[in-house]
C-alpha cells in the first residue's frame, strides 16, 4: 500500500564526539570554542559585543564553579558570509555554522527567546549545541529573568560539554514529602522561598492543596527569596546572586522529581562533572585565569575537490560507474551555486582532471562531470590524491585552509603515514567515502583530525549509499535554502519485466530545483520510465537525459517549483535479465522565509563493535521546531549485505531522553560483523503538529525581597505550537530478544543503582511476558509491607535478561508516591462519626533504558534497545 505524507531520506554521519566539535582542553584552557551566527540574522555589532562580555563573564565564573579548574581560552566567532568584510576578520578554516558548539539564530515562528541546549545523550554525554537568540544577545530585559549571561552560559556548558541536567521540572514543579509537606523541585533544598499563586492584578495568595494529588494547585510557582545563604546549585537557578556552585553529593536532593536524577541515577551535578574526561585531564589552577581571546572569522566561499580513486580495485564490483553516477549527481545537483569545484583522480600517481571553477550555472556542471574519470588501473595512493587536491587549491588560494576534500577509495593496502603532517597542517576539511568491505580504517581518521564527515557505501548494486553519502556532504553555512534535501532514495534488484515503483510527496515547503536521477546497472539499454505529477502529467524517457554509456544514468530537472502533492513513478526493466535499478530525487526548499522539514542523522559511535551498542539519532525538525509523531526507520547495512530495519522513536524511553523532542533514537546491537556500517534514514509524516518540547534555562517568575513581598517579573511568554506541518503513513516494527525482566524496589533510589541492584528487593515477575521493544506493559504489585503514610516513596528499576542469561543494563529509576484520600463523611448513628477508607494508588511510568547482549550466533536476527513499562498498583490497604 502507497505510504502518504511528506517524504526525507538521509545517509547516516557518524557522530564524532560533538558533531565534529573543535574544542580543545588545554591546561585548564578551553580552546577553539565555536560560535556560527546564521546568515539569516542581520549585521549587528552588538551581537558580537555581547558575545564577548558574555564570554568574559563566563570564564571568571566557570573558573569558581568549577573550583580553579576551567576557564574560556580562545573563542572563534564566524561571522556570516552575508555581512561585510572588515580587516580583522579573518577567513574560517575548520569553523562554520553547522558544526559550531553555540549557535546564533533566530528562534521559529517567533517561538521564544528561551536559551537551551540539544541533547541527544544520557548522563555524561556531551551534547550538540547550545541556541541563543539574537533579541538574548541583546536585550537586557533577559538579564531579570534568567540572571547575567555569563551564569546562563555556564548553565547551559554544563548540559553541552559535561552531560548534566537541569534541577528543575516544569512539568513537575513540586513533590510531596509527606502529608501536607511539599516541596519544590530544586538543589539544593535549603534554597527558600514562598509558594504563591499569582492573581488578578499581580497580586499573589498562597497556594492551596490539592486533595486528590496532595500537590499545589497548578498554576502554584516557587518564588526565592533574593537573598540565599545556599552556594547551589548552577543548574537550577543560576541567577540568584549567592548561586557559585554545582550541587555535590553533600547537599544534592535526592527527592526531587527532575532531570538530573532521573537521568543520572541520583547523582549530584558535581558527581557526574568529576567522572568527565574534562575532570580527569586537569587540576587546579594556580591563579586566576585571563580574560578569553576572541577571534572574528567570516564564511568565504566554498572551495570544493573531487578526490577520486582510479585504481585497478575500483573496477570490480561496478565499482567505477557506481562512483561516477554519485559524483555526476553531486555535481549536477548537490554541490551549491557560486562554490567553486575542481577534480582530481588516482590510483599510483594523481591526475589532476580539473582546476577549480566556479559553478555559476548548468554548464560548468556539465562540463565538470566530463572529467570524471573513464578507466581504473594500477595501484592506489591516497597521498598522491590528497596533495594534488592541496595543489588545486594553492593554484587560487594562498593556502588550503578551509578548502574541503571529498575523497572516495576502495583504500585497500594504502599506507597514509607518509602525508599525515602535511594533511594536519593543511587547515583543509577531509571528507571521505569509505567504498567496499576491505577500506583503511585510517579513512575514519582523516576525517576525524580535519573535522570533516565520514560515510561507508557496499558493493551491493542494490544499495543506494554511495549516491546517498554524496546527497550529504552540503556546506556548512547554515543556509537550508541552498542545501539540497533527498525526498527518495530506492534501489532493488529488478527481475525482467518487472517494475520498480512508489509514491512519494512534494510538500509546500520544498520543490524548487526538483532533480530526479535513475540509474540502473548492465543493461545496454534504459529501463522504461513512467513518472507521473499530482497534476497528472506524465513524464516518460523522451523527457530524460538520458546516458547509456558506462554512467548508465537518466536524469530530469523539473523547471520552476515542482508541484505539491503525491508523485507517483515506475520503472520496468525491459532487460532479459535481472539488474539493479535505483531512484534519487532531490529538491530545496521552496521558499527564502519558510524553513523545509529537514532530518539529520547521526550515531554515537564510529567503530561498531559486538556487544558495544550503537544508538542511532534522527533529528527531524521545521527550522528549529520539533517535528512529532513522524515515521523514521533506520535501514542498516553491513559490510557483507547483511540489512536490518528498524523504527526510531521520540518517545522519551530507552535510547531516546525527552519525548516529543524532535529526536527520534534507538539502540543498535544486530551486529552481523564488526566494523563499518551503512545506515540510511527514513522519515514520514501526516498531518501531525510540531510542539516545542526543548529543555531551556530556568525562568525566574519573580523574587521575595527583603521585606518579604513577592516581587513580580513579567509572566513567561506562552508558547503557540498549533501550526500545522506536513504529515505520515504507516510502518512495521522490529522484534526484540528479551527472555524475562527484573524488576525492583527500594525505598531508596541509590538501592537501585548499578552496582547495589542485585541486592535490592525483587518482585514477582514471572506472569510477566516480554513483548517487543516499544510496547507499553502493565504490572501489578502490591506491597504487602508497605508503611501506610501519605506521601510514602517508593522506587522501581527494571534490567532485561535473555534467554542465554546476558544481561541488560540497569533502567533508569522510576519513582511512585503513595496517596492517601479519604471517603466524605457517613452518619452511622445519631451521633456524627467518620469512617475512613484509604486508598492508594501507585503509578509508575518508567522510561526503560536497557539493552540486552546477546551471544554472536544470536545477534544476526535479534536486538533489544528498549522497553518502555508501566507498573501499577491498586487497592493497597
Avoid at 499573589?204 to 533574593?226: A, D, N, S, V, W
Avoid at 574534562?278 to 587540576?283: H, I, M, Q, Y
Avoid at 521546531?625 to 522513536?649: D, F, K, N, Q, W
Wanted: glycine share 8%; hydrophobic share 35%.
Amino acid at each position: 500500500m502507497a505510504q502518504k505524507g511528506w517524504h526525507l531520506f538521509t545517509a547516516l554521519l557518524l557522530l564524532h564526539g560533538v558533531k565534529g566539535s573543535l574544542i580543545k582542553l588545554r591546561n585548564g584552557g578551553y580552546e577553539d570554542v565555536v560560535i556560527g551566527i546564521h546568515p539569516s540574522i542581520p549585521e549587528s555589532g552588538r551581537i558580537i559585543s555581547s558575545i564577548k562580555e558574555m564570554f568574559e563573564e563566563a570564564s571568571s565564573y566557570l573558573y569558581g564553579a568549577s573550583q580553579r579548574r576551567f576557564y574560556f581560552r580562545t573563542i572563534k566567532i564566524v561571522i556570516p558570509s552575508t555581512w561585510a568584510s572588515k580587516p580583522e576578520y579573518k577567513r574560517t578554516t575548520r569553523e562554520s555554522y553547522e558544526h559550531a558548539d553555540i549557535i546564533v539564530a533566530e528562534p521559529f515562528q517567533k517561538y521564544g527567546d528561551e536559551p537551551y541546549t540539544l541533547q541527544y545523550g544520557g548522563c555524561g554525554q556531551k551534547g550538540r549545541y547550545i541556541h541563543f537568540t539574537p533579541d538574548f544577545l541583546t536585550d537586557n530585559y533577559f538579564l531579570s529573568v534568567y540572571g547575567s549571561r555569563g551564569k546562563i552560559l555556564v548553565h547551559e556548558w554544563a548540559h553541552l560539554r559535561w552531560g548534566v541536567f537541569d534541577e528543575y521540572n516544569y512539568d513537575a514543579p513540586f513533590y510531596s514529602i509527606g502529608r501536607r509537606k511539599i516541596e519544590a523541585t530544586r538543589c539544593s533544598a535549603s534554597i527558600t522561598g514562598l509558594y504563591r499563586f499569582i492573581t488578578r492584578g499581580d497580586r499573589t495568595r498562597r497556594c492551596r492543596i490539592e486533595r486528590q494529588t496532595e500537590l499545589y494547585e497548578p498554576g502554584c510557582l516557587f518564588f526565592p527569596h533574593k537573598k540565599q545563604i545556599s552556594l547551589a546549585s548552577i543548574m537550577f537557578m543560576q541567577s540568584l546572586s549567592s548561586i557559585s556552585q554545582f550541587c555535590d553529593k553533600s547537599n544534592h536532593n535526592l527527592m526531587a522529581p527532575n532531570m538530573q536524577n532521573k537521568m543520572c541515577s541520583y547523582k549530584s551535578t558535581w558527581e557526574v562533572i568529576t567522572s568527565s574526561a574534562d575532570f580527569a585531564s586537569s587540576r587546579p589552577l594556580g591563579a586566576p585565569p585571563p580574560d578569553p581571546v576572541i577571534h572574528l572569522m567570516k564564511m568565504q566561499e566554498r572551495a570544493l575537490c573531487l578526490v577520486l580513486d582510479a585504481s585497478a580495485a575500483m573496477g570490480r564490483d561496478s565499482r567505477l560507474g557506481r562512483m561516477n553516477q554519485a559524483a555526476k549527481l553531486f555535481l549536477l545537483q548537490i554541490i551549491e551555486k557560486g562554490s567553486w569545484v575542481g577534480i582530481v583522480t588516482f590510483n599510483t600517481k594523481a591526475n589532476i582532471k580539473a582546476r577549480l571553477q566556479q559553478v555559476v550555472n548548468d554548464n560548468v556542471r556539465e562540463s565538470l562531470t566530463s572529467s570524471l574519470p573513464n578507466t581504473a588501473t594500477g595501484d592506489s595512493n591516497i597521498c598522491e590524491g590528497v596533495t594534488s587536491g592541496f595543489q588545486i587549491f594553492t593554484g587560487k588560494y594562498p593556502n588550503s585552509e578551509g578548502c574541503e576534500i571529498v575523497l572516495l577509495t576502495n583504500g585497500e593496502g594504502t599506507d597514509i603515514s607518509p602525508c599525515l603532517s602535511q594533511i594536519q597542517n593543511s587547515g583543509a576539511i577531509i571528507h571521505t567515502i569509505a567504498f567496499g568491505s576491505a577500506a583503511s580504517n585510517d579513512l575514519e581518521m582523516l576525517a576525524d583530525m580535519t573535522g570533516g564527515m565520514t560515510f561507508y557505501a557496499t558493493d551491493s548494486l542494490s544499495s543506494n549509499g554511495l549516491i546517498d553519502a554524496f546527497s550529504k556532504i552540503s556546506s556548512g553555512s547554515g543556509d537550508i535554502t541552498q542545501q539540497s534535501i533527498q525526498l527518495e532514495s530506492k534501489a532493488e534488484d529488478i527481475t525482467s519485466m518487472r517494475l520498480l515503483d512508489g509514491i512519494f510527496t512534494i510538500d509546500k515547503t520544498v520543490g524548487s530545483d526538483t532533480f530526479f536521477l535513475i540509474t540502473w546497472s548492465s543493461s545496454t539499454s534504459p529501463p522504461e520510465i513512467s513518472l507521473k505529477d499530482p497534476g497528472g502529467r506524465k513524464y516518460e524517457n523522451n523527457d530524460f537525459i538520458i546516458e547509456n554509456s558506462n554512467i548508465r544514468t537518466a536524469r530530469l530537472k523539473i523547471p520552476g517549483t515542482a508541484k505539491t502533492g503525491e508523485w507517483a513513478y515506475s520503472i520496468k526493466n525491459n532487460d532479459t535479465a535481472p539488474q539493479a535499478i535505483s531512484i534519487t530525487v532531490t529538491t530545496r526548499a521552496a521558499s527564502a522565509t519558510v524553513p523545509p522539514v529537514t532530518v539529520k542523522s547521526y550515531m554515537s559511535n564510529t567503530n561498531n563493535t559486538f556487544p558495544n551498542p550503537t544508538i542511532i539519532y534522527a533529528e527531524v525538525t521545521q527550522g528549529f521546531l520539533p517535528i512529532i509523531g513522524a515515521i523514521v526507520m533506520a535501514t542498516v547495512e553491513s559490510t557483507t549485505g547483511y540489512l536490518v530495519e528498524l523504527e526510531l522513536l521520540d518517545d522519551g524511553a530507552g535510547a531516546d531522553i525527552i519525548k516529543n523532542d524532535g529526536i527520534y533514537s534507538r539502540y543498535f546491537i544486530a551486529y552481523s560483523d564488526n566494523g563499518r556500517y551503512s545506515i540510511k534514514v527514513s522519515v514520514q509524516g501526516q498531518g501531525k503538529t510540531p510542539r516545542r518540547n526543548r529543555r531551556p534555562a530556568m525562568y525566574i517568575s519573580g523574587y521575595v525581597d527583603a521585606t518579604g513581598a513577592v516581587v513580580l517579573n513579567p509572566p513567561r511568554p506562552v508558547i503557540n505550537d498549533t501550526t500545522p506541518t506536513p504529515g505520515l503513513g504507516n510502518f512495521a516494527r522490529v522484534v526484540s530478544g528479551a527472555d524475562r525482566y527484573e524488576i525492583k524496589v527500594s525505598s531508596n533510589p541509590l538501592d537501585l543503582v548499578e552496582i547495589n541492584f542485585p541486592s535490592a528487593t525483587s518482585l514477582d515477575t514471572s506472569d510477566l511476558i516480554p513483548e517487543f521493544s516499544g510496547v507499553k506493559q502493565t504490572f501489578r504489585y502490591k506491597p504487602d509491607d508497605l508503611t501506610k503514610e501519605n506521601g510514602t516513596l517508593l522506587y522501581f528499576a527494571i534490567r532485561a535478561i535473555d534467554e542465554n542469561n546476558n544481561i541488560g543494563e540497569v533502567s533508569n529509576i522510576a519513582r511512585a508516591t503513595l496517596l492517601l484520600r479519604a471517603a466524605p463523611p457517613t452518619p452511622t448513628s445519631s451521633r456524627a462519626s467518620v469512617i475512613i477508607v484509604c486508598v492508594a494508588v501507585l503509578c509508575v511510568i518508567a522510561g526503560i533504558t536497557l539493552y540486552v547482549l546477546h551471544k554472536w550466533k544470536k545477534s544476526r536476527r535479534e536486538s533489544v534497545d528498549s522497553i518502555d513499562q508501566t507498573a501499577s498498583s491498586q487497592n493497597v490497604n
